[in-house]
């Protein structure tokens, strides 16, 4: 599977925005990881499916933040991104 298309939910956009700069940098950093292993999955990235939330998935940016996405077609639509609990509690 080739992903061509990377969107971004308005909630996702709306949260990235209050990070600070050195977790978007650390999301910059684990997003190219994403892009160049899939469809392996780099292991720093411990994607793994939400419980309870069939088709949705978190990555790990940092050791306390997350990003979920759900596949698409073609690509990845990333859905939230935030601390551990809060992101995959609104996944």
Do not use: C
Request: glycine share 6%; hydrophobic share 30%.
């Amino acid at each position: 599977m080739t992903l061509k298309i990377y969107n971004r939910s308005k909630r996702f956009d709306r949260n990235f925005k209050k990070l600070p700069q050195g977790i978007k940098d650390a999301f910059y950093n684990q997003f190219k990881k994403f892009h160049t292993s899939h469809p392996t999955m780099h292991p720093s990235l411990r994607v793994k499916g939400v419980q309870g939330k069939k088709g949705i998935y978190e990555m790990t940016v940092t050791m306390d933040v997350r990003a979920t996405f759900e596949y698409i077609e073609d690509g990845v639509l990333f859905r939230n991104i935030g601390s551990h609990d809060e992101t995959i509690k609104n996944a």
